[in-house]
């Protein structure tokens, strides 16, 4: 069954985790337990309704103050589909909480408040999207019980965004606004009669026909070695072979490829599925292949197509989504992981900070703080196989590393 990844992302109190909550009750998702445990916390609290945020919202500081703080993750299926939503927190502190969960992402839900419209965060988020390469966006425009269904709101927020989506590199067929009403159900599941004059899907019946392929979209083969395979047994004596996962195009046995960063060139000779043998690998595929020379090769090498070949290079230009307490800096010292390849590198100069509302660049800045966004030159200690973001997710994004803590301190995209 097709596995469809979706993050949420708003503003808060716009209702993300209980729009969650909503599709797990009306698609029968949850446990008799658990719904007996929301009915409970909901009469202790004093609402007359059941509060489907208690479904997502597992920390005690989150059921407490009614925000969500974490990343939840939460799982459930229909007859056509099995979903995995990140639900993300929609404070402007958490923005980094956001990049994370969307990160994976093939979808993603933008609530919007129908009091309150476009605002701030909203521009925030869909910068994120954008950032990211998030194929589909849905617009919720949630809450439409609070102002009446009104039609006339529902298109004056749909105009506001159409303005931003002007300013994105989104084509219109991606972007799909929907108005709902995620504590009454309208438009969630089910179709609702309080909008007679919106006749577009449900957002379930929309997400049911989203394309659930792999979130890495389909361009040039990119096999980053994750581990050498070298069995201890008399009758694999000889076996070596290089397993990982595929990304970007296939590989098929006879293929012309070459290993990166060395140079070193060959064929495909086997494709491995634990034990069992195919003549291709499709592009998400882990597997194990071999070669038809006895070449060196190593755990974070890559191996490409030969007429396929990325850039191989010690300097790289990225925008960085920085995620730490401590301040970005020209002369700091990081690790790049890419895929299973980790480089010691140096921060050589920060060119400005990017505005998430697309207001564009100011280049005043020489460091990053954190949640914010910028463009960062970075000096490699040894030749990197990459690409560029736009052009292959999977070659063309990186993590940075704080070499003395070892906390994950921001992510690039490489341009």
Request: aromatic share 8%; charged share 25%.
């Amino acid at each position: 069954m097709d596995v469809l990844k979706i993050a949420t992302a708003g503003s808060v109190d716009d209702g993300k985790s209980t729009l969650i909550g909503r599709i797990l009750y009306d698609t029968k998702s949850l446990t008799t337990d658990k719904l007996e445990a929301i009915e409970a916390r909901s009469k202790a609290n004093g609402f007359d309704y059941l509060d489907f945020s208690l479904v997502t919202d597992g920390l005690v500081a989150e059921r407490e103050q009614g925000i969500t703080i974490d990343v939840a993750h939460i799982y459930f299926s229909t007859r056509k589909k099995s979903y995995i939503i990140a639900d993300t927190p929609g404070h402007i502190e958490y923005t980094r909480n956001m990049v994370t969960g969307a990160s994976t992402s093939q979808a993603s839900i933008i609530l919007v408040d129908a009091r309150k419209g476009v605002i701030e965060q909203t521009y925030r988020h869909f910068f994120i999207n954008n950032l990211l390469r998030v194929k589909d966006v849905i617009v919720a425009v949630n809450k439409m019980d609070l102002v009446d269904f009104s039609q006339e709101k529902y298109d004056a927020i749909k105009a506001d965004f159409e303005t931003l989506i002007e300013k994105s590199n989104y084509k219109e067929q991606h972007i799909t606004f929907i108005p709902v009403s995620a504590l009454q159900g309208d438009n969630v599941v089910s179709a609702s009669e309080n909008t007679p004059w919106y006749t577009g899907q449900t957002l379930l019946e929309h997400l049911e026909e989203l394309d659930a392929q792999d979130v890495y979209e389909k361009s040039q083969a990119r096999f980053p070695i994750q581990t050498v395979i070298r069995p201890k047994k008399d009758e694999f004596h000889d076996f070596r072979g290089y397993a990982g996962k595929l990304y970007g195009g296939d590989l098929s046995v006879g293929d012309e490829v070459t290993i990166l960063p060395s140079l070193t060139t060959s064929k495909v000779k086997e494709i491995y599925f634990f034990d069992q043998k195919f003549e291709t690998a499709g592009r998400g595929s882990s597997c194990t292949i071999t070669l038809d020379d006895d070449v060196n090769v190593s755990r974070g090498d890559m191996i490409v197509k030969s007429i396929e070949k990325p850039k191989v290079e010690k300097q790289l230009t990225a925008t960085v989504c920085w995620m730490d307490s401590k301040d970005l800096n020209p002369g700091s010292n990081y690790f790049v992981q890419s895929g299973s390849n980790r480089i010691l590198a140096k921060v050589k100069g920060v060119s400005g900070t990017i505005a998430t509302d697309f207001s564009g660049e100011d280049t005043s800045k020489n460091s990053l703080q954190l949640n914010e966004v910028g463009k960062v030159h970075i000096q490699l200690s040894k030749p990197l196989a990459f690409d560029a973001y736009s052009k292959n997710k999977a070659s063309g994004s990186f993590i940075l590393i704080d070499s003395q803590t070892n906390t994950t301190s921001g992510v690039g995209f490489i341009e």
